[in-house]
């Protein structure tokens, strides 16, 4: 086991900026900053204008964030709640955003639930669709009040003595936004930028910052030059994530790697998060960890009222094939039988020490709830492959159901018969 997996459980570190977003909003402050990333400086210069209380982008392509915050009545103790939403064709990993795993993905470190699966580092709940009861089960909040945009948007969620929301999504060719501060803002800050620089952990950042009055005019918009560390990167490589056939009950994982060295400091692996169809074998496949719904024998239609599914990660060789043996269970008989589809998730990346923990103190995301939390602060991830698997398993036929019943019974009969019948015979000799 490498030596960044770190699973004692502790309050998550954020990044430093968030301290002053908590005083703030300890005293009553409501706000919302809009950060925009252009490919580069002259496209940020022909698709941006301004009035006196707007600034208005054409739309080419461009990254948007917006971020919400507002202060939240806590009661009882304080617990820390992240929830996720990556829809089908959401954005990729870039310069503002961090990896996202698809789908909805709740974590809390308070108390757990009949949904939940529990880790050394929090519940957490998993599911491919919008699931707005199950939100509401953990936050008793309804976030169907608010007006996000779900199918096209994607959302990252921090609940505890404030609420923090983060949009994504990107500005598409021929779409032109207007953003201005409402008036149930106390604040409003917006950021216009073109990546100046990548060069390795360090981003740098050029455009404008404006500002707004409290009565929605805009006070000032000025040059501004924004430095500092990314914890989740994107690599170019070519990586192949496969079912070897034929696939059956036991669906094998083939992750080539083949064309990846090995690197001082850094170690490879693969995170899965598996439905109540695929279980793994862990004296089998030898994952790092498997936490939630691991019992061999039970099929799919028994555990409807259990958690979700599970977590594993995998450590993975440099330079190799790997395979991941996983295992399905007998799903419920349907009439005339068939095929049931599913689907998992697979996010291959490269764990590497950074040796500084500046990596954290990001002003786009933090580090927090999630498969990241298992690593080390200094963690950096470069992400290779997130595939989503899909597969079908074989369904018996419900119609055959007292067919087979019958003829196991008089299988069973007939055998008992003929074992007395051998043993009266012995017996008479």
């Not at 580092?121 to 169907?144: C, E, G, P, R, V």
């Not at 080539?256 to 074998?281: H, K, N, Q, W």
């Not at 019958?406 to 017996?427: N, R």
């Amino acid at each position: 086991m490498s030596r960044r997996i770190f699973f004692s459980r502790s309050t998550p570190r954020h990044w430093t900026i968030r301290t002053r977003i908590t005083i703030a909003v300890a005293m009553g402050t409501t706000k919302e900053r809009l950060s925009v990333i252009f490919f580069e400086s002259d496209s940020l210069a022909r698709n941006l204008e301004h009035n006196e209380t707007h600034v208005t982008v054409k739309g080419g392509r461009q990254l948007v964030q917006n971020r919400f915050s507002k202060p939240l009545s806590a009661t009882g103790e304080l617990e820390s709640i992240r929830i996720t939403w990556k829809h089908i064709d959401g954005v990729d990993t870039n310069v503002i955003k961090p990896q996202m795993l698809d789908g909805l993905n709740i974590y809390t470190n308070g108390e757990s639930h009949e949904f939940a699966i529990t880790t050394p580092k929090y519940h957490y709940a998993h599911s491919n669709s919008l699931d707005f009861q199950l939100i509401k089960s953990f936050t008793h909040l309804d976030l169907q009040e608010f007006n996000f945009d779900w199918k096209e948007r994607d959302y990252d969620i921090l609940i505890g003595d404030y609420l923090r929301i983060d949009e994504y999504y990107t500005l598409d060719e021929g779409m032109e936004q207007s953003f201005g501060k409402d008036s149930q803002l106390d604040k409003m800050e917006a950021g216009f930028f073109f990546v100046e620089s990548q060069s390795g952990l360090d981003t740098t950042l050029n455009g404008i910052r404006c500002m707004w009055n409290n009565d929605s005019s805009i006070e000032t918009c000025q040059k501004t030059l924004l430095f500092y560390q990314r914890a989740h990167l994107t690599d170019n490589a070519q990586i192949a994530v496969d079912l070897i056939d034929p696939v059956g009950l036991h669906p094998t994982i083939n992750i080539d790697l083949t064309s990846m060295s090995p690197a001082r400091g850094c170690e490879y692996y693969a995170y899965m998060t598996l439905p109540l169809d695929i279980f793994v074998d862990k004296y089998q496949s030898s994952p790092i960890f498997v936490f939630g719904e691991r019992d061999l024998e039970l099929p799919e239609f028994k555990l409807k009222n259990s958690a979700w599914g599970s977590e594993a990660l995998f450590q993975l060789k440099g330079g190799k094939q790997n395979e991941i043996k996983l295992h399905s269970r007998y799903v419920e008989p349907i009439e005339k039988g068939g095929y049931k589809n599913s689907n998992f998730d697979t996010l291959i990346f490269l764990a590497c020490d950074s040796g500084n923990e500046n990596v954290n103190e990001n002003p786009f995301y933090s580090k927090g709830l999630g498969y990241e939390s298992y690593f080390t602060q200094d963690t950096v991830f470069h992400h290779l492959n997130a595939t989503k698997i899909n597969f079908r398993i074989p369904t018996a036929n419900a119609n055959d159901y007292f067919l087979i019943q019958h003829t196991t019974i008089a299988c069973i009969f007939f055998s008992v018969l003929y074992l007395l019948a051998k043993t009266f015979k012995a017996d008479t000799r």
